[in-house]
């Protein structure tokens, strides 16, 4: 069974740093795109960021970019989200999800709060 | 980028059909996924490549396309399909990903 844990999230002040973790189990991780997906409070999915399979590729939304860093460590099956300069529109669910394809995500995990709030 | 457009609602009686649509500009061209989300859990995807179901999703969850509009149905709705669903795209060149803003079902 494909799982997905998200870890990491809490509440940070605007300006600070976070990383997330989402740990990987029941499928050859290395052998998948992984996905960062974000949901503010009472609103829609939003995609974050996304990382190939040999972690040597990596694309960004327009919104993190320069702030965000995606990562992986295939060995541990683990993917990391570092987040710096955190602002208050940060404030959302993230999801880690598995690509089989490049096109969509076919496993989410269950998420993890971040709250950017002075 | 580009958008794509959900009704923001859409309700419907027990064993009724629920349609509830996607569009956008880039549609012709890209496949479009579907996902459900029931309040508090985590999206689940519900179709793929604009018509597959995936293993596990009730057969009453299907997908259909007609130029520039996909269209998700729910034949015979039951009491826990109430959720939010999204669509989504991708182009397939350095894909970016869109969601569509969601359409709330709601189970009369």
């Known amino acids: 069974e494909v799982q997905l844990v998200e870890s990491g999230g809490g509440l940070v002040q605007p300006g600070g740093s976070l990383r997330l973790s989402c740990g990987a189990s029941?499928?050859?991780?290395?052998?998948?795109?992984m996905h960062w997906v974000r949901q503010p409070p009472g609103k829609g999915l939003v995609w974050v960021s996304r990382?190939?399979?040999?972690?040597?590729?990596?694309k960004y939304a327009d919104s993190v970019k320069g702030r965000f860093t995606i990562s992986r460590d295939n060995a541990k099956n683990t993917l990391y989200l570092q987040m710096n300069r955190l602002t208050v529109e940060d404030t959302a669910v993230y999801y880690c999800?598995?690509?089989?394809?490049?096109?969509?995500?076919?496993?989410w995990g269950q998420g993890t709060l971040v709250t950017v709030s002075s | 980028s580009y958008e794509l457009t959900q009704p923001p609602s859409v309700s419907v009686s027990p064993g009724q059909t629920a349609r509830i649509t996607c569009s956008g500009d880039?549609?012709?061209?890209?496949?479009v996924y579907w996902y459900q989300q029931k309040t508090g859990q985590a999206p689940v995807l519900v179709i793929y490549?604009?018509?597959e179901r995936p293993s596990g999703i009730p057969e009453r969850f299907s997908g259909s396309r007609s130029g520039t509009t996909v269209t998700l149905t729910i034949s015979g709705v039951q009491a826990e399909d109430e959720a939010d669903y999204y669509c989504?795209?991708?182009?397939?060149?350095?894909?970016?990903?869109?969601f569509g803003p969601g359409t709330k079902v709601t189970v009369l």
């Open positions: 999800a598995r690509d089989p394809d490049t096109l969509h995500f076919d496993s």
């Open positions: 029941g499928f050859t991780f290395s052998s998948y795109w």
């Open positions: 490549k604009d018509n």
């Open positions: 880039a549609l012709p061209k890209q496949y």
């Open positions: 990382i190939n399979s040999n972690g040597r590729s990596a």
């Open positions: 989504q795209s991708a182009d397939s060149s350095d894909p970016s990903y869109v």
